[in-house]
């Protein structure tokens, strides 16, 4: 069996982790008001893209960004105190555009959540794991990202959920991958 059709087969155990820490996940997201802004790089900026979209059709105002853009502004810490939340999202937690952020903009740490696999993640070391929340995938060994993308929209979701106060349900979405 290749190593990605593996990892596929192992989405609906990583999802039933993380699902076990929905209402965990549900109430950190009751924590956030205001303006939302979600960033990250590759697939996480793309589950950003998707969040803001859900975020947006709830009328909340979000704003999905790459890191790499908002890094390379000319002055990115006005840009970054525009935003009451700040959602980081790298699955990995080491993109260097996450740490160069983070470095540069300390400030932004008190106000953001940091959404990652890793729970050794070089972010960590900046972002304490009260401010984290651990999606919970296991190891990704294939060149895409699956589980880990997965798991990433279903942690936006427990938030979003917490976020709107509203009762969205998953219902068995790990038995629809099995």
């Known amino acids: 069996m290749s190593v990605f059709l593996q990892e596929v087969f192992e ?7 993380l699902q076990r820490k929905e209402e965990e ?3 950190a997201g009751s924590r956030i008001t205001g303006k939302v802004l979600l960033t990250g790089m590759g697939a996480s900026y793309f589950a950003a893209k998707w969040a803001e979209g859900v975020l947006l ?10 890191l790499s853009d908002i890094v390379n502004m000319k002055d990115p810490g006005t840009f970054l105190r525009t935003w009451d939340h700040v959602i980081l999202i790298s699955q990995s937690g080491g993109t260097v555009e996450l ?3 983070l470095e540069k903009n300390p400030e932004i740490i ?10 050794q993640s070089a ?8 401010r ?3 999606i919970e995938a296991g190891p990704e060994r294939a060149m895409g990202s699956t589980k880990s993308f997965t798991n990433t929209i279903l942690a ?4 979003i959920k917490g976020i709107t106060g509203q009762d969205l349900r998953v219902g068995k979405l790990a038995e629809g991958f099995e």
């Not at 989405?11 to 982790?17: F, M």
């Not at 972010?123 to 009260?130: K, T, W």
């Not at 936006?156 to 938030?159: D, E, N, Q």
């Open 132 to 134: 984290a929340i651990f």
């Open 57 to 66: 059709e709830e009328g909340i105002f979000a704003r999905a960004e790459r």
């Open 123 to 130: 972010a960590l070391s900046v972002v304490e794991d009260r």
């Open 156 to 159: 936006l979701f427990f938030l």
């Open 25 to 27: 996940i549900v109430k």
């Open 99 to 101: 740490l160069r952020l």
């Open 11 to 17: 989405q609906p155990e990583a999802i039933k982790r």
């Open 110 to 119: 008190e106000k953001s959540i940091l959404i990652t696999n890793l729970s």
